[in-house]
């Protein structure tokens, strides 16, 4: 199983990332697919998910209205759109995928350093 982020880097306030994760090894359509975010110090925080079956999305106050998570189950892929950036969106964020039936399988990518400075 592998999860691997790209699309992190620097960036000012109030511009835009795109980040996405590329999942192979498991049947990528029937998991939950989940971005947290962590800072040196603190929980891992979930920013948003998207759930297999319908495409519900949530998402943490903090970003809404800012942040978009979309999957492309054709390419194994999640995004997230992130807009109107802001330096406390600073931080490694990492992809997650969750499967919840008889068993719990979860999956972790590696994280992508996000920084937003001026």
């Known amino acids: 199983v592998h999860l691997v982020e790209s699309g992190g880097g620097l960036v000012q306030p109030g511009g835009s990332l795109r980040l996405s994760c590329e999942a192979s090894g498991f049947t990528f359509s029937t998991y939950d697919m989940n971005w947290y975010r962590q800072v040196p110090g603190k929980e891992r925080e979930l920013v948003a998910g998207?759930?297999?079956?319908?495409?519900?999305?949530h998402y943490a106050t903090s970003v809404k209205g800012r942040f978009t998570i979309s999957r492309d189950n054709a390419k194994n892929t999640v995004y997230l759109q992130m807009t109107s950036l802001k330096p406390e969106d600073t931080a490694i964020y990492y992809c997650n995928a969750l499967s919840v039936t008889t068993t719990i399988m979860d999956y972790w990518g590696q994280g992508t350093q996000v920084t937003v400075s001026s």
């Open positions: 998207m759930i297999s079956a319908g495409g519900s999305t």
